[in-house]
């Protein structure tokens, strides 16, 4: 693995998360600079590794979430195994794990345990509901998660059923929050020369997300509804039906309805007591977006686009996942990366969202082979010699 000169070289990761949260968490440390082996279980891996679709017989699934890492396989169950990861605990910076609350001190690999093997040990565990509270106990899934944050009741149309995200949005959200949890606790490391635990809970991050459909809540005592496409404050801002596409516009003040009733060709609508002014716009939505739908229904969407562009008004075309994987502007950003791969050829995964002008994160390795890293790892942190290493193999340790 190439050397980093990103912010997050010469820390080392322990990252014994799997499916999701963790690894998004693991991905967005290494590709930030800093080591991270990826510590998985002998003859099976992260969960994800056996999850279709496939590519040269590697899930694309794990390959996402799982490049700039090594991976070595480690039974933590095992006496020899347990001794390997405090040996890597003394050397490492950070420790990340995502199994049920209680499980790791159950191994003896809690906090507490391996912070007097390495007080200046950052510890993070993401679960689902925390560590703390009436329902820690509680096995943590992206699915269940989206339906108690309240996030699925805020989703979907106001005639029918919740609906979660399209994609994992409890995981990922956790993740972010882990990522950040651990950036801060190295920083203050470097005033207080200890770690600390960084504890995040997938249901305490969705539910801050609410931000303000839960302002609403407090403020009003009334319960937010699902909305479909509506925005509950802003009018317009949502989906509209043009000619031959769907199109997003986004007005969101005064001046930008002004520029948009005239891009509209309705002036007309700027002076209408009924919309001028964004309370009555939300008022009178019932009205305006049916509107709004007869007037863009008359020329296609992407003629619709460029007249809004140029006239500063936020709008966008409805894209598929394909067209965003193809996008030029995120190539030229350089948001899609393609990496050699021992088994695929070459993977292509999404880029580095965060961008440090001097000390830049970077996408280097592909995500690695189940133990590619084994041996490795064993020899240069360790210090075992083959020999020692095959016996471990032999006790079914790594």
Known sequence: ????????????????????????????????????????????????????????????????????????????????GGEILRTLVRKSDVLLENF?????????????????LN????????????????????AGYDLIVQAESGVMDLTGFTDGPPVKVGNSI???AAGMSAAHGVTLALLARTRTRRGQKVEISMLDVMASLLTYQAGSYF?????????????????????FRAADAFLVLGVANNSLWAKCCAVLERPDLT?????????KRVQNRDVLVPLLNEILGTRAA????????????????????AEVCESEHLKARGMTVSLPHPKAERVTVMGVPVRLHTT???????????????????????????????????????
Request: glycine fraction near 12%; hydrophobic fraction near 35%.
């Open 1 to 80: 693995m190439p050397k980093s000169s990103g912010p997050l070289a010469g820390i080392r990761v322990l990252d014994l998360t799997r499916v999701l949260a963790g690894p998004f968490c693991a991905m967005t440390l290494g590709d930030m600079g800093a080591e991270v082996i990826k510590i998985e279980e002998p003859g099976k891996g992260d969960d994800t590794r056996s999850w279709p679709p496939f590519v040269g017989g590697e899930s694309t699934y794990f390959m996402s979430v799982n490049r700039n890492k090594k991976s070595m396989t480690l039974n933590l169950k095992a006496p020899e």
């Open 100 to 116: 049920r609350t209680g499980t790791m001190d159950k191994l003896g690999f809690g906090y507490r345990a391996l912070s007097r």
């Open 119 to 138: 007080p200046k040990l950052v510890y993070c565990a993401i679960s689902g509901f925390g560590e703390s509270g009436p329902e820690a106990h509680r």
């Open 170 to 172: 409890a995981d990922l």
């Open 219 to 239: 403020g009003t005592g009334q319960r937010p509804t699902r909305r479909g496409n509506a925005h509950p404050s802003i009018v317009p801002y949502e989906v």
């Open 271 to 279: 002076r209408d007591s009924r919309f001028d002014a964004e309370a």
């Open 302 to 321: 992407a003629e619709w686009i460029k007249r809004f562009e140029a006239a500063g008004i936020p709008a966008g075309l409805i894209k598929s996942v």
């Open 360 to 398: 830049p994160g970077k996408v280097t390795t592909a995500p690695p082979l189940l133990g590619q890293h084994t041996e490795t790892v064993l020899r240069t942190l360790v210090g075992l010699k083959k020999p020692a290493i095959a016996r471990l193999r032999t006790q079914g340790a790594i």
